[in-house]
């Protein structure tokens, strides 16, 4: 009995079930009638298909219209197979037609592909059979690993922790299973100031996978657990280092503003900016500077990232950033700008204001108001210098451009008071030339 499979260009062949199994695409004995569950405890195809839903099916069981399993295939006089539904709403249109051949039915009846509809039974519940055993096998390999680490130490630890943490990683049901047995306060206990950067490392990278509660993070706040958390990251691979800086920021959510002291000594703002200089990892770059953002929104460390040259590490990255690290650098930059000494750290910037203004208007309405924001910082300081500067880098055009934009209002008006500015230091009509937008004023 013939069986369609999908071919690249778009068409399709025809396939006699022989060929299907033998060419593997059946799985062989596995996908056979009977190999599986029997008539008994038939399991309904729909919620298998449902369950199996990200599962990669075989061809011969798709019907070509709707790209979907089939539930009920029935084959056309033309050889070709279709889901029964499927099929008989395309007769209801009015066609008369083999949907695949585009051939004109000679006679318009469907017939059940038994021998079809069999397979795919037998695969889906073979296949669901199969990932349930491997759901079991690996929620008691979860648990077992966490009997383990109760009872050994050393480099045994190590070894546990490393397959608990591969596990967390690629199963998202292990991690409720984890957490339900009362594996995050196990691997948060094995945290502590005597721990060693191994244990420390692989511990790290499961809790960060797992959901977290107020409870388990109060208990990460410990001093001693924190100290071991910023040593693993500044002395970790980039896995670690990123995997450190996400339970950070976690952390960094349950706690208040008389809090952050515990969480913004220089050592971590030291590594937080080794992380986000680190070009060859652009994943680091962006993990580093959203906890550099949040680490930020504390008006406490503000003063000390300034201190250890934070606005001209980041001024000296804008060129090389994605645009979404780079919206996120133009954001801390902005916040440390509110500092005196951080107004004072952009001006000594070499190139600060012409940077600043190509970055406008070229990644988004924030990094536009952002860039714009930290001219103003620079123009308290030193306005003829800032405004002469940022004319002579294109930055009129660009402040008409968003006047006449539908940007936000707030935006459009820095942009109007910025312009005018400008416009102290300038002949009418030299500050249009400057514009470059003559026709459009006039």
């Known amino acids: ?71 009920e295939p029935v ?7 279709y889901d029964r539904s499927n099929i008989l709403k395309w007769f209801a249109l009015g066609h008369n037609t083999c949907p695949t051949t585009m ?23 073979q296949k669901y059979l199969s990932l349930k055993k491997q759901f079991q096998d690996v929620q008691g390999g979860a648990l077992e690993l966490l009997g383990t680490l109760k009872k050994v130490k050393g480099q045994a630890r190590v070894h546990a922790l490393r397959d608990l943490r591969q596990l967390v990683t690629a199963h998202a ?76 920021e976690a952390l960094l959510m349950e706690v208040n503003e008389s ?46 990232m300034v201190s250890l040259g934070a606005v001209a590490q980041l001024i000296e990255l804008l060129p090389s950033l994605s645009h979404e690290c780079l919206e996120i650098a133009l954001y801390i930059l902005e916040v440390l700008s509110t500092l005196p000494e951080g107004r004072l750290a952009l001006k000594e910037c070499p190139n600060i204001i012409p940077n600043v203004v190509k970055l406008m208007m070229r990644v988004s309405e924030s990094s536009t108001q952002f860039a714009l924001s ?7 300081l030193a306005p003829e210098e800032c405004a002469s500067q940022a004319v002579e880098a294109g930055l009129a055009p660009k402040l008409l451009l968003v006047i006449q934009s539908g940007c936000n209002p707030v935006l459009k008006q820095m942009s109007t008071e910025f312009l005018k500015m400008c416009s102290l230091n300038y002949s009418t009509s030299l500050l249009i030339s400057k514009c470059m937008l003559t026709r459009t004023i006039r």
């Open 1 to 71: 009995m013939p069986l369609h499979r999908s071919s690249s260009g778009g068409g399709a062949e025809v396939l006699d079930l022989e060929t299907a199994v033998k060419g593997g695409v059946l799985d062989g004995k596995a996908a056979l009638p009977g190999g599986g569950c029997g008539d008994g405890d038939k399991i309904d195809l729909k919620v298998l298909i449902e369950e199996l839903d990200s599962v990669d099916v075989p061809s011969v069981f798709i019907c070509p219209i709707s790209l979907e399993p089939m539930r």
């Open 75 to 81: 084959t056309l006089c033309t050889g070709q197979t």
């Open 103 to 125: 051939q004109e039915l000679w006679d318009d009846s469907v017939t059940l592909n038994r021998t079809l509809s069999q397979l795919i039974h037998s695969w889906f519940s």
């Open 173 to 248: 049901s292990t991690r409720k299973r984890v957490v339900e047995n009362g594996g995050l306060s196990l691997i948060s206990s094995l945290l502590g100031p005597f721990t060693s950067h191994a244990v420390g490392s692989e511990a790290i990278g499961i809790l960060v996978n797992l959901d977290l509660n107020s409870e388990s993070k109060r208990n990460l706040m410990h001093p001693a657990k924190i100290s071991l958390l910023v040593d693993v990251m500044n002395e970790g691979t980039i896995e670690t280092k990123m995997n450190c800086a996400k339970l950070i």
């Open 259 to 304: 809090e952050t002291e515990i969480l913004s000594s220089l050592s971590l703002l030291v590594g937080l900016l080794r992380l986000v200089r680190d070009k060859k990892h652009p994943t680091g770059v962006l993990t580093g500077l959203m906890l550099l953002k949040t680490i930020c929104s504390h008006e406490s460390v503000r003063s000390s």
């Open 374 to 380: 930290i001219l103003w910082a620079i123009y308290k």
